[in-house]
């Protein structure tokens, strides 16, 4: 199982986009990347996934060079509800990958 | 379209006690997989089950076991608790073991004593 390296932690403001980046050296070929956010006594919700480029949904966009040995969630114009714990997982099968301690980021107004 | 529940919602036990959490996936899905969760950490995974057979574990002991029942509901059973074991223990269902899209259910706070 891929490791998976992201900051402690990251401030913003309202308004702001955010960039979360998440190291996966060992990353194999079969592995997606995929991204879950955090809210204190829930359970993590889905955020997005990919395997290479640029993916984008509602909510967020991800990044993976070509290498793919790392990711960027970005998060455009943040808002206070947005503070959370974000996890960057990465695996090939469902349900079997590490999560790390993942980045506590806080917004402020 | 019904999310993943589990029950109970809290639970307090004492060393050496067996408890047993329950676990409804999402209509549609048939993989189940559980995870630990101590405060302040990522949650770690147990295991995972396909289709009625354990499809996976993680780095725990026997003592921790788990069954899927067909309409794919599952149970997490953790015997001889230590204090140690208190954490929220989460359920994750996805509709196919191919893909790291989970679905997760709101967690079982269990405090051992």
């Known amino acids: 199982l891929a490791k998976t390296t992201q900051p402690i932690s990251m401030d913003s403001y309202e308004g702001q986009e955010v960039n979360i980046t998440c190291s996966h050296n060992n990353i194999a070929t079969n592995d997606y990347i995929t991204w879950y956010q955090q809210f204190p006594s829930q359970g993590p919700r889905f955020i997005i996934q990919?395997?290479?480029t640029k993916v984008t949904n509602e909510v967020a966009s991800l990044f993976i060079p070509a290498d793919r040995k790392s990711s960027t969630l970005s998060l455009p114009r943040v808002s206070l509800s947005d503070t959370a714990v974000y996890y960057c997982?990465?695996?090939?099968?469902?349900?079997?990958?590490?999560f790390g301690d993942g980045t506590t980021l806080t917004v402020k107004p | 379209e019904t999310g993943v529940t589990q029950s109970p919602t809290h639970l307090i036990k004492t060393r050496g006690q067996q408890v047993t959490l329950r676990c409804s996936s999402q209509?549609?899905?048939?993989?189940v997989s559980w995870y630990q969760q101590a405060l302040g950490q990522g949650p770690q995974f147990i295991f995972q089950y396909y289709r009625e057979e354990e499809n996976g574990r993680g780095n725990f002991p026997p003592r921790f076991s788990g069954l899927q029942f067909p309409n794919y509901s599952s149970e997490l059973n953790v015997n001889a608790l230590e204090l140690d074991d208190s954490a929220l223990y989460l359920c994750?269902?996805?509709?196919?073991?191919?893909?790291?899209?989970?679905?997760f259910g709101p967690g079982t706070r269990l405090l051992v004593l």
């Open positions: 994750a269902s996805s509709s196919s073991a191919l893909r790291e899209t989970q679905y």
């Open positions: 990919g395997y290479k």
């Open positions: 209509s549609g899905h048939n993989t």
């Open positions: 997982l990465v695996g090939d099968m469902g349900g079997k990958s590490t």
